[in-house]
């Protein structure tokens, strides 16, 4: 079946400094989705991607899907403390809705 | 305001016990998913419902029951069959069915489920 892979799985920057997180699926996706999840809550929705290269900015995160929509990745610049938390992809799986990879956890040194 | 409620928030179980985890919404989202998810794991499908009176089996079905009597509620049993029941459970509800299914989903605060 469908596979999400994400990488890294731990990501430990200093305040400020940037972050990316990448996503890659062993087969084309109709489209990605990204989640938060903050330590002891649940996952949040943060934005879709649905057309091949498309490029979308929300302030310091920017989320891209890759040209064969098979990978994506989201960017922060300027890490603060406030981003601090998991950040999960999903890819359409067929018919039947979402799988998700297994996430990366952001830590923030300040 | 609308949203998804599950309760318990914590729950206890002893081994060979059935127990059932509530998922509701006021949200009027045709479909309802359950997920596990492990420590340090990504979320996992075991069962989810584009439609009442109808449910599809995830990637993890084994072990778990699921029903949709109504649109509002997609409880969760999860049986004496489940070997490896301590996990942390999340119901998740989003608009469309089928072809539509890649609507956000929203998610509950989640159950956790212990094994004493």
């Known amino acids: 079946g469908q596979q999400v892979m994400q990488i890294p799985q731990y990501q430990h920057v200093q305040e400020g400094e940037d972050f990316t997180t990448y996503c890659n699926s062993s087969t084309t996706l109709s489209n990605i989705q990204w989640y938060k999840q903050r330590p002891g809550g649940h996952p949040v929705f943060l934005i879709q991607?649905?057309?091949?290269?498309e490029v979308k900015k929300q302030k310091r995160l920017t989320f891209q899907f890759g040209e064969a929509k098979k990978n994506s990745s989201l960017h922060i610049t300027a890490t603060q403390t406030t981003d601090v938390g998991t950040y999960f992809c999903?890819?359409?799986?067929?018919?039947?809705?979402?799988?998700f990879g297994k996430g990366t956890h952001l830590i923030i040194q300040p | 305001d609308g949203g998804i409620t599950q309760s318990p928030k914590y729950l206890f179980r002893k081994e060979g016990q059935n127990v059932t985890l509530s998922c509701e919404q006021n949200?009027?989202?045709?479909?309802m998913y359950w997920y596990r998810q492990d420590p340090g794991q990504g979320l996992r499908l075991i069962y989810y419902s584009q439609i009442v009176n109808d449910f599809q089996k995830g990637d993890i079905a084994e072990g778990y029951s699921v029903s949709r009597e109504k649109k509002e509620s997609f409880p969760l049993t999860v049986t004496s069959a489940q070997k490896n029941p301590t996990a942390f459970y999340l119901c998740?509800?989003?608009?469309?069915?089928?072809?539509?299914?890649?609507?956000?989903?929203?998610f509950g605060d989640g159950t956790r489920l212990s094994i004493l």
């Open positions: 999903a890819g359409r799986r067929g018919a039947d809705g979402l799988t």
């Open positions: 998740a509800s989003s608009t469309g069915q089928g072809a539509n299914l890649n609507q956000p989903q929203h």
């Open positions: 991607l649905v057309k091949s290269g």
């Open positions: 949200l009027n989202h045709d479909a």
